[in-house]
């Protein structure tokens, strides 16, 4: 089976945002303090790290589901 080209450029950006995301996630809860209240993180790290988390789950997990359904759409094509 080979992959369209388009189509493994959106499984790519999305993985690669998705993980960008994952990662920020997981550096905010054990690098930059956590959020331990309902305030927010505690220091200037911790709330960049939360934007980015913010910004890139949302994006990469779309991304991730359009390249998923191209991908469908083209196998079902064949």
Do not use: E, Y
């Not at 493994?8 to 690669?16: A, D, M, Q, V």
């Not at 911790?46 to 949302?58: E, M, Q, R």
């Amino acid at each position: 089976m080979k992959i369209q080209s388009d189509t493994r450029k959106l499984l790519i950006t999305g993985l690669s945002i998705t993980g960008t995301g994952a990662v920020a996630v997981l550096l905010l809860f054990t690098v930059f303090g956590g959020i331990v209240n309902r305030q927010g993180p505690h220091t200037n790290m911790g709330w960049f790290v939360l934007l980015i988390a913010l910004g890139c789950l949302p994006t990469g997990c779309m991304s991730l589901a359009l390249g998923l359904l191209k991908l469908l759409g083209d196998l079902t094509r064949r």
